[in-house]
């Protein structure tokens, strides 16, 4: 995954009228990026690739709900996202 596509699917959501609005946008756009993909069920490699993404989906709710808005927040999120990235790579060449 490019910096580009990170970018665009971690992009904070447009402000809402509302905050509660705005945080739930924000939920729903972590939620679609960290969802679990499919991968061939029972194997080892299943099994890792399936924690790391439900494990950096935790992350970067608790990054979302406790850091404020701001640069700092944008890149520890595609941090997160860039980590898990990396970790399902090594996973998948072993």
Request: proline content about 5%; cysteine-free; glycine content about 4%.
């Given at each position: 995954?490019?910096?580009?596509?990170?970018s665009?699917?971690?992009?904070?959501a447009?402000?809402?009228?509302?905050?509660?609005?705005?945080?739930?946008?924000e939920?729903?756009?972590?939620?679609?990026?960290?969802?679990?993909?499919?991968?061939?069920?029972?194997?080892?490699?299943?099994?890792?690739?399936?924690?790391?993404?439900?494990?950096?989906?935790?992350?970067?709710?608790?990054?979302?709900?406790?850091?404020?808005?701001?640069?700092?927040?944008?890149?520890?999120?595609?941090?997160?996202?860039?980590?898990?990235?990396?970790?399902?790579?090594?996973?998948?060449?072993?």
């Open positions: 995954m490019s910096d580009t596509a990170i665009e699917e971690m992009a904070p447009a402000p809402a009228s509302h905050p509660a609005a705005s945080r739930r946008q939920i729903q756009a972590i939620d679609k990026f960290f969802k679990s993909v499919s991968v061939a069920p029972g194997t080892q490699q299943a099994e890792a690739i399936v924690t790391i993404r439900d494990r950096a989906r935790v992350m970067a709710l608790t990054i979302s709900e406790r850091v404020p808005n701001g640069a700092e927040k944008d890149n520890a999120l595609k941090a997160v996202a860039e980590a898990m990235f990396w970790a399902n790579q090594g996973i998948s060449h072993r």
